[in-house]
């Protein structure tokens, strides 16, 4: 792709990342590691796009470890997805199908992305009637609280005291 003078973060990198959840899956180092908390980023590159292709492999079964690892689908819902340069709609409603919105937390890939384009990507977020007002909450803060308990008690012991009744 260097010859046409296209970024990496155009095909290399959503494909490296794609390559690399596959292997974790089929290795089956997410079943042996039940206790981590992955978080991909951008939204998984290719992966909820993919998630019917690997619903295909599970059924034909020619991966060993199958019994160990459980179905893509579920190793899916386990994990986490970031909307680092995925913030866009249909995105975010594909996510909301293969994976659940409460998966999903909020990235921007800066300083990689432009100032204007991250600033742009939350504010899409903050008013795309992709989400509804309890899942845009939930993807810009409360799963990334909820991943991370000492940052949020942090966060809610200097928020507003209608924030910290939540």
């Known amino acids: ?22 292997h974790l899956h ?4 997410f079943a042996r590691t039940p206790r981590v908390k992955y978080i991909f980023s951008h939204a998984g590159s290719t992966m909820p796009y993919l998630a019917s292709r690997f619903a295909v492999v599970d059924e034909m079964n020619v991966v060993p470890g199958a019994s160990e690892r459980g179905t893509a689908a579920d ?15 249909p995105v975010l409603q594909r996510l909301r ?45 409360e799963t990334a609280l909820a ?3 000492r940052i949020a008690s942090r966060v809610r012991a200097h928020a507003p005291s209608a924030t910290r009744n939540r």
Do not use: K
């Open 75 to 89: 190793t899916f819902r386990r994990l986490y997805w970031d909307t680092a340069v995925s913030w866009r709609d």
């Open 97 to 141: 199908s293969v994976v659940g919105i409460d998966r999903v937390l909020f990235g921007t890939d800066f300083p990689y992305l432009r100032r204007d384009l991250t600033i742009g990507c939350r504010a899409q977020l903050g008013r795309t009637e992709a989400l509804t007002d309890e899942e845009r909450g939930t993807v810009l803060s």
């Open 1 to 22: 792709m260097h010859a046409l003078g296209l970024p990496d973060s155009l095909l290399d990198f959503p494909a490296d990342t794609s390559r690399a959840i596959a």
């Open 147 to 149: 991943l991370f308990p």
């Open 26 to 29: 089929y290795t089956n180092t």
